[in-house]
């Protein structure tokens, strides 16, 4: 019964691979994203979705793009990986209206990824 | 443009003492506010939030915070520390894009928090 669920939860890969993480949530929340961590803790938004709708797309590179097959799953996919990638990768989702943005997140354990 | 900040790396206090982790914001309308926690290899855990009425508001494991405009802070307050509570606290504020088309949540820099035994 976890509420936001992430897969996988390590991923160690050369660079230059393509790669992929996978994000569910069983909330019924609208919203989701996704969020880097670096290795001073930094948190940083890349991507919001609404309803399946891009909302934020922080001037992330295009290497990386985000799918949303439904409002349940927020995909993200990363071509030609760089050593500057390796970061823990969170998914986060909010009941929020669209534009909104006035309600708690509910964050993911995470995904770290080790770029070699 | 939002920005949230948190002027300590880290905080320790010993267990059974007052904590208090501060946070300033800045915002060009009125300020959502909110307080997450991460303990190692996990993701962040919702605290607590202002959004309006009460300054003074109550969240999880007996976390509070207090919200004062006129100095544009929102500490997080606890009576008596923990051992568990040792973690790394976020500060995050809501605010309009630079490009006033949408809303996002800005994370502060995190403050870890060590509490002594």
């Known amino acids: 019964d976890t509420a936001v669920s992430q897969t996988p939860k390590y991923l160690v890969t050369q660079m230059g691979n393509d790669k992929s993480i996978k994000c569910e949530q069983n909330l019924g929340h609208d919203t989701m994203y996704w969020y880097k961590q670096d290795s001073k803790k930094f948190l940083k938004i890349m991507f919001s979705?609404?309803?399946?709708?891009?909302?934020i797309n922080e001037t992330v590179p295009n290497r990386f793009s985000p799918k949303s097959p439904d409002k349940a799953h927020l995909n993200l996919h990363i071509n030609s990986l760089e050593l500057g990638d390796s970061a823990v990768y969170f998914c986060?989702?909010?009941?929020?209206?669209?534009?909104?943005?006035?309600?708690?997140?509910?964050f993911g354990p995470g995904t770290r990824l080790t770029v070699l | 443009a939002q920005s949230v900040a948190q002027p300590e790396d880290q905080v320790n206090v010993a267990e059974g003492n007052p904590l208090t982790v501060k946070c300033t914001y800045s915002?060009?309308?009125?300020?959502?506010l909110f307080w997450y926690v991460q303990y190692p290899n996990r993701g962040l855990q919702f605290l607590l939030k202002?959004?309006?009425?009460?300054?003074l508001v109550k969240g999880s494991y007996g976390f509070e915070a207090e919200f004062n405009k006129s100095q544009t802070s929102f500490h997080l307050k606890k009576p008596s520390a923990l051992v568990s509570d040792s973690a790394l606290y976020f500060c995050?504020?809501?605010?309009?894009?630079?490009?006033?088309?949408?809303?996002?949540?800005?994370f502060g820099i995190g403050t870890k928090l060590q509490v002594i035994p």
């Open positions: 915002v060009s309308g009125n300020p959502y």
């Open positions: 986060a989702s909010s009941q929020d209206q669209g534009w909104e943005a006035y309600n708690e997140q509910f």
């Open positions: 979705y609404n309803n399946k709708e891009l909302i």
């Open positions: 995050a504020v809501r605010d309009w894009s630079d490009s006033g088309g949408y809303q996002k949540v800005t």
């Open positions: 202002y959004i309006t009425g009460d300054n």
